[in-house]
């Protein structure tokens, strides 16, 4: 068997373990069942995304090649600055969906980045263009995947949200790339990701509306309707793949890093994570004016 078949076999399946132990209250019992007490699953979860949100700002500095001037000091403080100010939030169960002028903001940023990157990519060969993207791309998809989930410290109960939401991407990722293989005709952006197709596009979305039609019917405590939620991830989730596929084209780099072997880094594993968060979270915002 190709040894390169086992090695992302192994690496996905561990990485798979860490997202589902983190993300649900299984990580929280297998710990205090040897030990008791000594886990919550909410610093669990939060130590995930600070994990993968360090790791990502790393590959993303290094992947931007940034030059010697200060904004490769400055920007490693700015995001954990911004983390710091929503894991305040996140510990103290502030995030209530209330339509906040300063959320709305940071959720219109990530378009401005996202629309900067493919219409305006000269900006980013500035170190100052380097250090706004790397914070906005980065930090605030991160920081708004600490609001995603619902937790009580004094039933030890934990929703499922950001579970589902991978699972969904995951699906989403899987069907397009079969649909695709095997209907694919029609190049979505032969430039930036030459196997992308619009069959494959459709067939994500509607193998995804139909996984997230069984999660919407069996999953009662989640937030929001997850028809809705499974329509725009599958609708999103290939942006994300664009916007990562782009960022290093613009950049000559193959991969954003080397962490998960035979994946890449963080930011290739997550690149659709990170433009679903904010969109679901926008969601969540507009669900409760509906």
Known sequence: MDKNLIQRTISGIVYVAIIILCTTPLGSQLINSVS????????????????????????????????????????FPLIIFIFYI????????????????????????????????????N??????????????????PFSFALGLPKFSSYDDKFSLEVLFLFILIWSSDTFA??????????????????????????GGVVLTLILSYFIERYQHDLRGNWMVVGFLVAAFAPLGDLVESQLKRNFG?????????????????????????PVVYLYFILEKFI
């Open 36 to 75: 008791p007490g000594l886990a919550k699953q909410q610093y669990l979860y939060h130590g995930l995304i600070t994990l993968l949100l360090a790791v990502g700002s790393w590959e993303c500095v290094k992947l931007m090649k940034f030059g010697k001037g200060y904004e490769k000091w400055v920007v």
């Open 123 to 140: 900006e980013l060969y500035y170190d100052s263009g380097k250090l706004i993207f790397t914070v906005i791309y980065v930090a605030l």
């Open 86 to 121: 929503f894991s305040k939030r996140f510990f103290y169960h502030d995030f209530f969906f209330d339509f906040r002028l300063s959320e709305i903001l940071a959720l219109s940023l990530i378009a401005i980045a996202v629309v900067t990157l493919f219409k305006y990519p």
């Open 253 to 277: 780099v193959k991969d954003s890093g080397n962490l998960i072997p035979g994946h890449g880094g963080v930011l290739d594993r997550l690149d659709s994570f990170l433009i679903c968060v």
């Open 177 to 202: 790339y079969l649909t695709g293989k095997f209907f694919g005709k029609h190049k979505m952006a032969p430039k930036i990701s030459p196997k992308k197709t619009w069959e494959g596009y459709i």
